[in-house]
């Protein structure tokens, strides 16, 4: 008994010890500046990879490749170290995607870290790049801004729903058309959007809270990106050099003109 008890506490102190390991900073110097990072426990797939990935030194002499000041700084990918001059970059792959941790509480105001992605077109289930990263800038908005963006969402929902209920009717209005039926092939599609409006008639995923639409009004951010993109941590120091790298004169394809160098990333308990 006595043995068994001295095992589980050997157990405790031993968990307690890993638990006390887990960093939640990440630091990144850069030739512009230093910017800390904090991670977010509930995005634990990108949390613990972008730790993995610091542990490794593998940010240590990338660039920030593409910035657009008003918008955000975009960095990581792994074609952009020893860059040469005016290279196209950002197709760096380390062989592998995270699943997707996006979380509504997690919106995209000014400063927060993402997980940047191919589009949807080749990644609809939005799975995150294994390696490239952005630190959000943006910009501030207006309720008629957020107004017009909650709109186009909606419209954007339906027009998703509209798609989905149209794809079995296909050969159903392509016969109507080929023999000249116009009334039934206008009467499918008033069908279909009688079904749309039922069907979206309580939906309020558009629309943008309270809390979050101040923040976009005063502080700023990229509201649009919202639901899209996983966001799994935020600046917690140098949002002056977020936006001194955002200001960067750029070339081609948003590079900076004159290299951002990620100097060293390391990982920090507080």
């Known amino acids: ?25 990440v630091v990144l ?15 634990p797939l990108h949390s613990d990879n972008f730790t993995k990935l610091v542990k490794e030194k593998h940010y240590d002499g990338l660039l ?9 700084i975009q960095g990581g990918s792994s074609d952009s170290r020893n860059a ?7 197709m760096g792959d380390p062989g592998y ?28 289930e939005k799975r995150s790049s294994g390696e490239q990263f952005y630190i959000v800038q943006g910009k501030t908005y207006t309720d008629e801004e957020l107004n017009r963006m909650e709109q186009s969402r909606l419209m954007n929902a339906k027009n998703r729903l509209g798609m989905k209920l149209f794809q079995p009717k296909q050969e159903e209005m392509r016969q109507y058309m080929a023999t000249g039926q116009q009334l039934k092939a206008d009467s499918l599609v008033r069908a279909i959007q009688m079904e749309i409006e039922v069907q979206l008639k309580d939906y309020t995923a558009h ?12 502080m700023g951010g990229t509201p649009f990106l919202d639901g899209e993109y996983t966001v799994f941590g935020e600046v917690v120091e ?16 948003d590079r900076p003109e004159e290299d951002v160098v990620i100097l060293k990333a390391k990982l920090s308990k507080r």
């Open 97 to 124: 995607t995270i699943e997707a941790e996006i979380r509504p509480e997690h919106f995209h105001e000014k400063g927060v870290l993402c997980a940047a992605r191919q589009g949807d077109a080749v990644n609809p």
């Open 84 to 90: 040469e001059k005016g290279k196209a970059l950002g």
């Open 238 to 253: 140098g949002l002056d050099v977020v936006d001194k790298i955002a200001a960067q004169n750029t070339g081609a394809n």
């Open 64 to 72: 920030f490749h593409r910035v657009i000041d008003g918008f955000m």
């Open 207 to 218: 629309l943008i809270p309270v809390e979050q639409r101040e923040v976009y009004k005063t």
């Open 1 to 25: 008994m006595k043995k068994l008890f001295f095992v589980l506490v050997f157990w405790g102190i031993c968990m307690l010890g890993a638990r006390a390991e887990k960093y939640k900073y």
């Open 29 to 43: 110097e850069t030739n512009q500046g230093t910017i800390k990072l904090k991670l977010y426990e509930d995005t």
